[in-house]
């Protein structure tokens, strides 16, 4: 099959027969921004939360896990957990990621994972090429003589290739330093993520986050099939990356699986979560300029970020269903190579772990 521009214009008139991003509202308020296109991927954007990934599927198989009753509008006055989606991009940040914490230099309490997934884009658009779609907008975690963080966050979806990237520039519009942490948490599920499915990650070493993981190390990167009271266990990656500072990791089984693609000197660790839990399972593969530990403890190793006044970082992040044998051993071979051949990750800091 022939999937280009020239060729779709002698057979079509209008390219959202092949590919589209459109916007509609539920109503329960909540916009959202259904994407699709001609390899047979589909997933929602939710502008009213981050502008992350909600449901996800690929020829109709669904790619991750949705909580009961989502996707549901922000609010402020429920706690995080009651607010998860789940979804296949959970953004956690800015100021925090880690569990509900009282700063030991404020006396701030802050949720887990901080407040980005509970805002609002705006100045939202698409940018339509012949062969590409860009969906965009701007977030700000702003405050009154606090923080003021802002985000211009783009997807990006080809035509006709599985995938799709997640572009953005975040910058501390404000007078002061403030701490920047950031977590993409990727949720996988059934039926890609079930028993026998394999993590691959070029990795320099695999630490565990707690007692729990430490238990299961040396089988951190098989899954098990559901089990009821499964405790979830985390697992911190060092990764090696390519010349260019970029790394691949994948979760595989027997024909699907999902790649990411992304630079190691932004995105320097990554966090595995698993959670093979009967009814709730899902599992996260988390890229981070942190890791899931909190302001508090992140300052004590020397791990917290800070954004200077006026500072912006760039982001990218491509997200790639892997269909069929070819797609996974290919992706076999490009992880093996880093593993071989890659540079450990220069930003990774290991104090205390």
């Not at 099939?225 to 790394?247: E, R, S």
């Not at 403890?297 to 020397?302: L, N, P, V």
Request: aromatic share 10%; net charge negative.
């Amino acid at each position: 099959m022939i999937w280009d521009h020239d060729a779709l214009q002698k057979h079509s008139l209008d390219q959202r027969q092949f590919f589209d991003m459109r916007e509609s509202t539920l109503p329960n308020g909540t916009r959202i921004i259904d994407a699709y296109n001609a390899s047979g991927l589909h997933f929602t954007l939710l502008p009213d939360r981050g502008m992350d990934v909600w449901s996800a599927h690929y020829k109709g198989m669904p790619l991750t896990w949705l909580a009961p009753g989502s996707p549901f509008p922000p609010d402020e006055g429920q706690d995080w957990r009651r607010q998860f989606n789940g979804g296949l991009l959970t953004t956690c940040g800015f100021q925090h990621v880690g569990q509900p914490e009282t700063d030991d230099v404020t006396g701030e309490y802050r949720d887990l994972h901080g407040r980005y997934t509970r805002l609002r884009a705006y100045n939202t658009g698409i940018s339509v090429e012949p062969e590409r779609l860009d969906r965009y907008g701007e977030l700000c975690e702003t405050r009154l003589f606090g923080e003021q963080i802002h985000t211009s966050r783009s997807i990006t979806l080809p035509l006709a290739e599985p995938q799709f990237q997640l572009n953005e520039r975040i910058t501390n519009l404000g007078d002061a330093p403030t701490p920047f942490m950031l977590l993409y948490h990727v949720n996988v599920g059934y039926p890609l993520m079930r028993a026998g499915t394999e993590l691959l990650t070029p990795h320099e070493r695999v630490l565990p986050y707690d007692d729990r993981a430490r238990a299961d190390l040396k089988t951190w990167n098989k899954y098990d099939a559901a089990t009821a009271g499964y405790a979830q266990q985390v697992f911190i990656h060092h990764l090696k990356a390519d010349p260019a500072g970029m790394t691949e990791i994948a979760l595989i089984n027997d024909d699907i699986g999902l790649s990411l693609q992304f630079d190691v000197a932004h995105l320097p660790y990554f966090t595995q979560w698993k959670n093979t839990r009967q009814g709730i399972y899902v599992c996260g593969i988390e890229p981070g300029n942190c890791i899931p530990e909190g302001q508090n403890t992140a300052r004590k190793h020397g791990r917290l970020v800070t954004l200077q006044p006026g500072e912006s970082v760039f982001k990218t992040l491509m997200i790639r269903v892997l269909d069929g044998e070819d797609a996974i051993q290919a992706a076999r071979a490009r992880i093996a190579a880093l593993q071989r051949d890659g540079t450990p990750a220069a930003g990774f800091n290991a104090n205390g772990l």
